[in-house]
């Protein structure tokens, strides 16, 4: 079965951090790129980060960038997505996705695989 | 950074009604290049991921009912729903991947009347 599985989210104060974990099976993990999307409570989609198949292309929203860090081992079919300095507003369910490959190998850019989501609060 | 809106915010339909949810971009999302839009709608139900519904604006994910279709090119896009079901009741969101940041429309939820 191809799946993505979360882990790492918990309680974390102000200005602490976290280590999230997304683990793959089922696929070939070495050929996909992967994006990270959080939901905070009760809100719509925000996009975070994305990282190549190689790991050696990254992007950032604006609002993680400079805090967050994304790293992938292929030989562990893992990405990581470091967290430093949260804030409240980090709040949220942090999923990863892989980037969908059409027929021929052509990138799609949508996201057709997700994780169930590692809950993420930040609090004091 | 493209700014996706959703119209409308959430939406009432009978059972055997069609839905329809409109999305616009503040610019083209159409690559040139292969004359692909990078437009994608998801599903989400309660407690659940999202579900790739559309991608490429118009073409179906695999195994999604034929009930589902995407429209649309350049900046404006429709997701319809032409006989719902009520397994259909979710938010449902428009993404675009033309550029980074990629940028989500703010949801539509749809409901039964």
Not at chain 1, 40 to 49: C, D, I, M, N, R
Not at chain 2, 46 to 75: E, M, N
Request: with cysteine; proline share 3%; net charge neutral.
């Amino acid at each position: 079965e191809v799946q993505l599985v979360e882990s790492g989210g918990g309680l974390v104060q102000p200005g602490g951090s976290l280590r999230l974990s997304c683990a793959a099976s089922g696929f070939t993990f070495s050929h996909y790129e992967i994006k990270w999307v959080r939901q905070a409570p009760g809100k719509g989609l925000e996009w975070l980060s994305y990282i190549s198949s190689s790991g050696s292309s990254i992007y950032f929203a604006d609002s993680v960038k400079g805090r967050f860090t994304i790293s992938r081992d292929n030989a562990k079919n893992s990405v990581f997505l470091q967290m430093n300095n949260l804030r409240a507003e980090d709040t949220a369910v942090y999923y990863c996705a892989r980037v969908m490959i059409a027929s021929g190998e052509v990138i799609v850019g949508a996201l057709d695989v997700w994780g169930q989501g590692a809950m993420v609060t930040v609090s004091s | 950074d493209i700014v996706m809106t959703q119209s409308p915010n959430s939406l009432a339909v009978s059972l055997g009604e069609r839905a329809t949810i409109n999305c616009r971009s503040s610019q083209s999302v159409l690559f040139d290049s292969n004359n692909k839009n990078y437009l994608a709608w998801y599903q989400q139900r309660p407690g659940q991921p999202p579900k790739l519904l559309i991608y490429w604006a118009s073409t179906r994910a695999s195994g999604v009912p034929d009930r589902f279709s995407g429209s649309g090119s350049g900046t404006d896009f429709t997701l319809t729903i032409s006989s719902l079901q009520a397994e259909d009741v979710a938010v449902y969101y428009c993404q675009q991947q033309y550029s980074t940041p990629e940028t989500f429309g703010g949801g539509t939820k749809v409901e039964l009347e």
